[in-house]
């Protein structure tokens, strides 16, 4: 027979009850256990008078080997079914000693060290037979030979198994306390945003996406209603000058050399006011780019003002000296003037290069300031990465690094040209350097460029704004 352990439920276990036979003598009676634990018993064909909450000592004999292990304890009736034929009791004041002998019993059967067979609880002892060292028929010198290089080729394998796992320990090590990953870089090259010059619509574009021109080349035209109508009107006004002139003689003989002064004085004047108002109509472009100050442009401001007044004057001055003679140098002037105007809705292009996009096509409307198209200069191409504060500690001007571009599969490298710690913190609204985000971005910019001996081919070929992952090398022993 052998030995089964009961498990119950986890909330309902106490100790583990095993079915190994023991007896349990009752009133002088011995009954055979159905199950049992360190601190309870059940026991079958019970027929004595016993009833729940009697109490009473009972003695428990265990047979061990042979032996009959026993003792007496005291007890206490549980159930009573009579239905069934079974008492169950419950231990108390076993004591330690007897709770010990009941523990190592109760262990041994749990572990497997000991079981029940022909109704006696044994130990689990299994005699060892040493095994014989020599070999059953002896080794010939080609077997010698095949064990030999079995154990060198297992032993080569465990040392390149052990040389790799200490390269991959390594470059892990390297990697991490030697090295600066980043991933937030890309190709860049220098581009302008073309804005429109006024309110209007795009006439024409001269040259074809990625069509490579030279300086001053014409780009685009635009239309402007509004000056278009002040030029005609302008050029009635000269009409008119022209014809009064005429039926009034030729009075640019009479001219006095004080008038001559001022008309001089006014040209003079009309062209630094074309200058001012040129330099204001390039601040306000910066300004909305966030390239200058706002005190810059308010500096050109003034100038226009001032130039314009000054304008005014001298033009005052000559219409007290002349009638005639001055309305039309004032309406050649004017004429001249919108003319100039017109002209500069013409946009060239700033350097050779290529227009990358169109952003508004032909016979679009578009308002002062709006994005038409974006230019790309025939200039070396360059890779910026933003790096945090810590990171760029670790990066000086002339370091190379390692550039690797995941979507044209190509890596090269690059010498940091210029660490910038300050461009991203400069507010474009009034160009004060702000503080509060310092050290909590990435607001730190280096911009590299390739080494000299890299393919120029390759480097044409990615893509301006391709993403690329940089990795540069800590120094060993601080700067």
């Known amino acids: 027979m052998t030995g089964q352990i009961k498990h119950v439920v986890p909330s309902q276990r106490r100790q583990f009850r095993v079915n190994a036979p023991i007896k349990v003598v009752i009133e002088g009676t011995p009954y055979d256990t159905i199950n049992w634990s360190i601190i309870d018993f059940k026991v079958a064909d019970y027929q004595g008078n016993l009833v729940e909450g009697d109490q009473l000592d009972i003695t428990l004999v265990v047979p061990y080997q042979g032996f009959e292990v026993s003792f007496t304890v005291p007890a206490k009736v549980m159930v009573r079914d009579n239905e069934a034929g079974t008492l169950a009791g419950e231990f108390y004041d076993v004591g330690p000693r007897r709770r010990e002998i009941l523990e190592s019993f109760v262990a041994g059967l749990v572990r497997g060290e000991m079981d029940s067979i022909d109704g006696m609880i044994r130990r689990m002892d299994v005699p060892v037979t040493p095994a014989s060292l020599k070999p059953d028929t ?42 600066v990953k980043v991933r937030t870089a890309a190709m860049a090259a220098p581009t302008d945003i073309i804005l429109a010059p006024a309110t209007g619509n795009v006439k024409a574009e001269h040259t074809a996406e990625r069509e490579v021109v030279d300086k001053d080349t014409l780009l685009i035209s635009f239309i402007d209603p509004e000056l278009e109508q002040d030029i005609e009107l302008a050029g009635l006004r000269l009409e008119e000058a022209l014809s009064n002139t005429a039926v009034g003689g030729d009075a640019s003989r009479n001219e006095t050399e004080e008038m001559k002064s001022a008309r001089a004085t006014v040209q003079s004047r009309r062209s630094a006011l074309n200058v001012v108002s040129n330099t204001l109509k390039r601040q306000r472009d910066m300004m909305r780019r966030g390239l200058t100050t706002r005190l810059e442009m308010e500096r050109a401001e003034a100038d226009y003002y001032e130039a314009q007044s000054r304008y005014n004057d001298a033009l005052q001055k000559l219409n007290g000296m002349s009638g005639r003679t001055t309305s039309l140098s004032y309406a050649e002037g004017e004429y001249s003037l919108l003319r100039q105007q017109r002209e500069r809705l013409d946009i060239k292009a700033p350097a050779a290069g290529q227009i990358v996009s169109y952003l508004a096509p032909e016979g679009a409307s578009v308002r002062y300031g709006d994005p038409v198209a974006i230019f790309q200069h025939n200039e070396p191409r360059y890779v910026e990465a933003y790096l945090t504060r810590e990171e760029a500690l670790s990066v000086a001007v002339g370091d190379e690094a390692k550039v690797h571009f995941p979507s044209h599969n190509e890596t090269m490298r690059y010498v940091v040209e210029d660490v910038d710690y300050a461009s991203q913190l400069i507010s474009k609204k009034d160009g004060r350097v702000t503080l509060d985000q310092v050290g909590l971005s990435r607001d730190v910019l280096i911009r590299m460029t390739p080494r000299a001996d890299e393919d120029e081919e390759i480097i044409n070929r990615i893509v301006p704004g391709s993403a690329a992952v940089v990795v540069f090398n800590k120094p060993l022993f601080g700067r």
């Open 138 to 179: 002896p080794l010939t010198p080609e077997d010698i030979e095949r064990q030999e290089r079995r154990r060198s080729i297992g032993a080569a394998m465990y040392v390149a198994a052990g040389v790799v796992f200490t390269i991959a320990v390594l470059m892990v090590f390297y990697t991490n306390f030697f090295q």
